[in-house]
């Protein structure tokens, strides 16, 4: 078995007992900050539950990127290989002993912190995270509403959605009405219902306010799985985006793929209305919860992509 810890148990980003929930997030971001002065952090927004959501900002360069994850509750391992890629990148600024062969060399990270500023927003939907990870126990007035969207079972493993049962990657202004009717959904479910109207979900609300207030170059969005990189939408997409795309499969050995009959996510939202690149990785490959034990195999690709990313 491969430990979650990498090859250095001196790692703050690390999966411990089989989970990465909210707490688990926010005491590593803790200590990422007090270790690391160049991440720098703040809140964009709040949960449908009131729980901060976090962006980590790194890099002084004129050229903004911005990077998501965990918009889907049941892939809250994004979360954790985001987190953990910016543990890499501080570290080799700082010039600490590589924490792994995948750490970036200084001269390298260097040229990132440079050229770009990296704004990432490691874990979008916190509540959906707990709930796919700790169920309904702690979910207050609801806990019975939960329940009977979930089909009045207890095990909220496979559940996508926030709290009020609404589909992140399914909130954004971009043909949101073709998705609902797509969707066939007219309320609140443990994936695929649009919601009442489009951004009506805090944390798809707050990033939009971020991506619309930064000039991102381009974006990308972590979700699992399947090893594939979506680059297109509606013809939108401004035309160096396919080699872009091919770029960063190649980095992480992954497939570019020309998607269609997908519309209302985050990476469609932001090439229509910016006519920019944007794009979905979709990491690893198996079923949702994806095995923590697949954490650091999982992780040299993203290293890899990310780095791309910041260097295209």
Known sequence: MISCYGDNPERIVHIAD????YADFCQQCGKLQNR???LKFASIG????????????????S???????????????????LLRFLEDYAAALEDEDPK???ASSRREAEAWYSNYTLW????????????????????GS??????????????FTRWKANIRGVDLND?????????RERRGLNGPSSQDYSGPAPLSEPEAAALAVLTRGVPFEHVLSLHSQGKEIYWNYRDFEPAEAENMAERLAAAGHYRAVKLDGSDAGYKDWFIQEFRRPGFTVEVGEGVNPLPPEDFEEIYRAVHAILAEALSL
């Not at 709040?46 to 360069?61: E, N, T």
């Not at 990077?67 to 509750?73: F, P, Q, S």
């Not at 909130?171 to 949101?176: E, G, K, L």
Request: proline share 5%; with cysteine; glycine share 8%.
């Open 36 to 38: 690391y002065s160049v």
């Open 46 to 61: 709040q949960s449908v539950l009131g729980k901060p959501i976090w962006c980590v900002r790194i890099g002084k360069g």
């Open 171 to 179: 909130q954004f202004p971009a043909f949101w009405e073709v998705e």
């Open 120 to 139: 990432a927003v490691p874990m979008v939907n916190p509540d959906g995270v707990d709930l796919a990870q700790n169920g309904a126990v702690h979910c």
């Open 100 to 102: 792994s062969s995948l």
């Open 63 to 81: 050229r903004h990127v911005h990077v998501n994850a965990a918009v889907h509750a049941n892939e809250w391992i994004t979360s954790a290989l």
């Open 142 to 155: 609801y806990r019975s509403r939960l329940l009977e969207w979930n089909g009045k079972s207890g095990d």
């Open 18 to 21: 089989q989970k990465f929930r």
